[in-house]
């Protein structure tokens, strides 16, 4: 993956030892004790049922939450000058569970800093320092959750995809979408501004057919349109040096020789140019039979994009409302630390993650964007996917 456009990193610091006299952080309660207490802050003043039920607050298993917890309990516990105890109204000290479920609260919830802080006698800036300590954990220590796939992991999404669509060597789906922005008086903010007239940031994702992200890019202003933001990112960099997507699958033939080869490539809709490695959907009216064929299955295989957009939104309310401010440091952080909790549900089999009722419009109210920039090869390379898959019938799967 890319790395973030404008993202900022604090400054590790050498260890130190913790001077006399000054004691080590509590240790954290067990997972039970921990639960029952965390639930009756949450509940105090607004008690309901919801409260008292874990999967319905954080909308994650217990499982992956204690996964969680492991994986980051090292940034969470150092004994370390520079440790801090985050406390309770009531002077409690935060244990690892209270705190990243503080953070996952305000990620989940898309609550203000102040509601969340309220809900806990805290003042906000500790919630907001809790919410970066654990973003920040995350980008180190789940980094391996949103990686290219090896050749053995590639091997099984191009499988997934064929058996999906009947599309031959389909690497992957791509898209954008906006997180909106508050209005800002700050100099230059009008470049934040979209064809919609709204405060935004764009996201470009590339998933696979579990709806895993593969591939991010975030950080670029809403004004700007999909294939302006794929021609600045690593990933087209990478793909048009021939170090990505470089694979080749021989198709069926029609009994006399060899079939034709076709190259690794992702598919995304009529807003990115036609390339070798990036196969669009034919554009204009009266297509053939076969042209129709394709673009059928192309816009079926191209729903687990839209899918994984849309849940994201959804299981993140933190990204859903226009809460932040034009900010190109943290609110790509913020977003890529969403996907990357959203990819460890998926490797860990979460089932609280298909509970999320979300369908595939991510974008609502944005106009479908064109490029009339079409490759020669790619449009030979298309033509003969088109005709391998017309071969097929005209069915999709149930």
Known sequence: MAPLRGAKRRKRHPEKALPAGVTAP???????DWWDSFSRRLAAGHYSKESQNFESVFRMSRKTFDYICALISGDFSRKTQGFRNFRFGDKMILGLEDQVAVALLRLTTGESLLSIGNRFGMNHSAISNITWKFIESLEDRAISHLKWPDPEEMATIKAKFEKLQGLPNCCGAIDTTHILMCSSAQPNSNVWLDGENRNSMVLQAIVDPDMRFRDIVSGWPGSLDDSCI????????VCEKGARLEGQMELPGDGEGAGPVVREYIIGDTSYPLLPWLMTPYQGHDLSPAKAEFNRRHTAARMVVHGAMARLKERWQVLKGELWRPDKHRLPRIIY????????????EDSERNRTSAGHNHDDGY???????ADEGAV??????CQHVSRLGSKLPE
């Not at 509590?26 to 039970?32: F, G, H, K, L």
């Not at 030979?380 to 996917?385: E, G, T, W």
């Open 380 to 385: 030979a390379q298309r033509d003969m996917i």
């Open 337 to 348: 630390a969403c996907c990357l909790l959203t990819n460890i549900m998926i490797d860990r």
């Open 26 to 32: 509590m240790p954290p309660p067990d997972a039970a």
């Open 367 to 373: 106009m479908q964007q064109f490029s009339d920039v």
């Open 230 to 237: 794929l021609h600045t990112s690593g990933f087209y960099k």
